[in-house]
């Protein structure tokens, strides 16, 4: 362990480990695994003063500053027994901002608290604690959902992996707009635990790699969800690399779980090529419906990101796939230049509509997004991305939307 880590792990752990036992630090936490993530972003966004309907799900403030820290250990602490801690650490400085607020900031607290189970004879773990969902409906990254629960994971099939969770408490007061619409309705009512399955495949077929995955899950007093996400790729020629992917999620919302709302049913396909550094996609989707309030994911954009394309266009008003009154139909192309296998310019076209009985958020839609990937090292990572949304309106005018994003990334 470089001397930079164990010094970090010992000015956290100090304290703790001299009260519990007379063992030395450095003896104690030798077995410690350190990994974690450095994030900052800057934002910036503005509207035209004819852009129709509601602004809050989308990039909003004129300038905005955003840092976050994790920072993971885990440890043996027995037989077959490990113990996962995340610290976390976030804030916000609004510089030139439409908020009143222009400094945001919250004290380092423990983000996941979990322990794991390993039975090596039945390829089995059992994960009990708070930790990150990491489910089709939920972010995956970083800022996904925390629950508190019990996941159980096994691996004892070759090719597939079987999951089962049960969790409650969910953490949304960092995901702000993440669960926004439909879902922020709800969740002040009386809405109980998830209870999931999953079967995740990866296998060799018809010489290339398949991989399917299926999700059932329960929320109570929510709904039934379910989901199915396949891709297939394979080298059709000489260092030709093709990918198809389609995706189905739908649910069935329980009658009371909100006025005007029905059950929701997403589909997106998406065909990928990549050949001698150059990459381009084709795909299309459809969701939602023009009279009723629907959802598609239960946090931000899901983990169905392999069929989706754009930025900004999937929080406008009756296409936010956490909820939205709005039947949505769109196609989208993306190409791009990868140079010396670490920086990547490219871009997105996204056009369609949304169609509403209301008389907002319906009309036609169109976004464009040009992005840049510089891969610096395996380490860090640096991206930008400038949006240009365009929404013309049925009934209420039309306007566009501008946004811009500048990441760096460290992970460790």
Do not use: C
């Amino acid at each position: 362990m470089k001397l930079i880590r164990l010094s970090l792990v010992a000015a956290l752990t100090a304290g703790a480990f001299s009260v519990a036992s007379a063992t030395p630090v450095e003896e104690a936490i030798k077995d410690i695994d350190v990994s974690g993530v450095l994030r900052y972003r800057y934002e910036g966004a503005n509207f035209d003063k004819d852009f129709p309907g509601r602004k809050s799900d989308l990039m909003m403030s004129k300038q905005n500053h955003l840092y976050r820290a994790q920072f993971n250990f885990s440890a043996a602490i027995a037989d077959n027994f490990k113990a996962f801690v995340q610290f976390d650490y976030g804030a916000k400085d609004g510089g030139y901002s439409n908020e009143a607020t222009l400094n945001e900031k919250k004290t380092l607290a423990v983000r996941q608290l979990y322990l794991t189970y390993t039975n090596e004879d039945v390829a089995t773990n059992v994960i009990a604690g708070k930790q990150q969902l990491n489910t089709i409906w939920t972010d995956n990254g970083v800022d996904g959902l925390v629950g508190t629960g019990v996941k159980v994971v096994n691996n004892s099939i070759d090719g597939l992996t079987l999951v089962a969770f049960g969790v409650d408490s969910f953490m949304t007061e960092e995901q702000e707009g993440d669960m926004s619409g439909f879902l922020s309705n709800i969740m002040g009512s009386s809405i109980g635990n998830i209870y999931g399955a999953a079967a995740i495949g990866s296998y060799e077929a018809l010489g290339g790699d398949f991989n399917p995955q299926l999700w059932l899950a329960y929320w109570d007093n929510v709904g039934f969800f379910y989901a199915l996400d396949v891709a297939y790729s394979t080298t059709i020629f000489d260092g030709v690399n093709w990918t198809l992917e389609g995706a189905y999620l739908g649910n069935s919302l329980d009658n009371d779980t909100q006025v005007g709302s029905d059950n929701g049913n997403f589909f997106g396909l998406r065909g990928s090529i990549e050949v001698a550094g150059w990459d381009a996609s084709l795909g299309g989707l459809y969701y939602g419906d023009k009279d009723k309030y629907t959802m598609t994911t239960i946090e931000d954009q899901g983990n169905i990101g392999g069929v989706l394309a754009g930025q900004e266009i999937f929080y406008s008003q009756g296409s936010n796939l956490t909820g939205s009154m709005g039947r949505n139909l769109f196609g989208y192309i993306t190409a791009g230049y990868t140079f010396d296998e670490t920086v990547r310019i490219g871009g997105d076209l996204v056009y369609g509509g949304t169609e509403t009985a209301a008389h907002i958020g319906g009309g036609k839609k169109f976004e464009a997004v040009a992005r840049v990937d510089y891969k610096y090292s395996p380490k860090l990572d640096f991206s930008a991305f400038y949006s240009y949304l365009d929404v013309d309106a049925d009934k209420n005018g039309d306007g566009d939307h501008n946004a811009i994003r500048l990441q760096a990334l460290y992970k460790f």
